[in-house]
């Protein structure tokens, strides 16, 4: 009798200890829990992280085409990620709420550049450091991610490649042009040959200049036979 009165009395401790973790005092803790300073503080700073990962972007882009939309986005992104994080650690049954409704969430925008996904995470994760209140780590952080960066996309490891793209319609002229690569770039593999009916020939070459010297184009332009001669810059990326 004894040992059934102490066992309900542990499992009746157990219990009240579950209602005091979730009480309705617990669960309804809100924005009263923050004063207006640190939600200002704390949205200032996630701004300002956010426009300098903006500046870095910006200063540091080497695709073709700058999205002016997609860079204030990751200021957006910023702010965003702390607001959420602001809210989350304020209030456990909206946490709750918060993960369900962002498990639903899809993004269909596809990423051209891999250097985005960087510049996405980098947005995010300074938001959910400055909401937990981390400033000093999510400015020297980000001071520190912008700094690399900014070294790795200016040095220059080798010389950019360029696409060099020749159509003529002697079929003996393509040696004599393996033959003026060899002496004039520093670097050259055939990236695509297509025929074309009477003999005429499209070569796709990349080549890597030396200094920068593009005079063997004007050579291959003046050959008897050739029709075009085009040379441009591209990436590494190359699709058939």
């Not at 937990?132 to 020297?140: D, Q, R, S, Y």
Request: proline share 1%.
């Amino acid at each position: 009798m004894a040992g059934g009165i102490k066992n309900a009395a542990h499992l009746g401790g157990k219990k009240m200890s579950l209602e005091t973790i979730f009480s309705s005092k617990f669960l309804s803790r809100s924005i009263e829990s923050f004063s207006v300073i640190d939600v200002g503080l704390t949205l200032f700073v996630s701004a300002l992280i956010g426009f300098l990962i903006f500046l870095v972007y910006r200063k540091c882009l080497k695709g073709v085409i700058y999205s002016q939309s997609f860079n204030l986005s990751l200021i957006m992104m910023s702010v965003i990620s702390s607001l959420v994080i602001l809210c989350v650690s304020s209030n456990f049954a909206i946490s709750l709420g918060m993960v369900g409704a962002l498990s639903i969430v899809r993004f269909r925008t596809a990423v051209k550049d891999p250097m985005d996904i960087v510049y996405i995470f980098w947005s995010i994760a300074a938001g959910i450091v400055t909401g937990a209140g981390m400033f000093l780590l999510a400015l020297v952080g980000s001071l520190f991610i912008g700094i690399v960066i900014a070294i790795m996309t200016n040095v220059k490891t080798q010389s950019d490649p360029y696409l060099l793209i020749i159509n003529f319609g002697r079929s003996d002229l393509e040696q004599e042009i393996y033959r003026l690569l060899n002496v004039s770039v520093k670097k050259y593999n055939v990236k695509s040959k297509t025929m074309y009916p009477g003999g005429a020939c499209e070569l796709t070459v990349e080549v890597i200049m030396k200094n920068e010297n593009s005079d063997f184009i004007n050579i291959i332009s003046a050959f008897e036979g050739v029709t075009n001669t085009v040379l441009v810059s591209y990436d590494g990326d190359y699709s058939i």
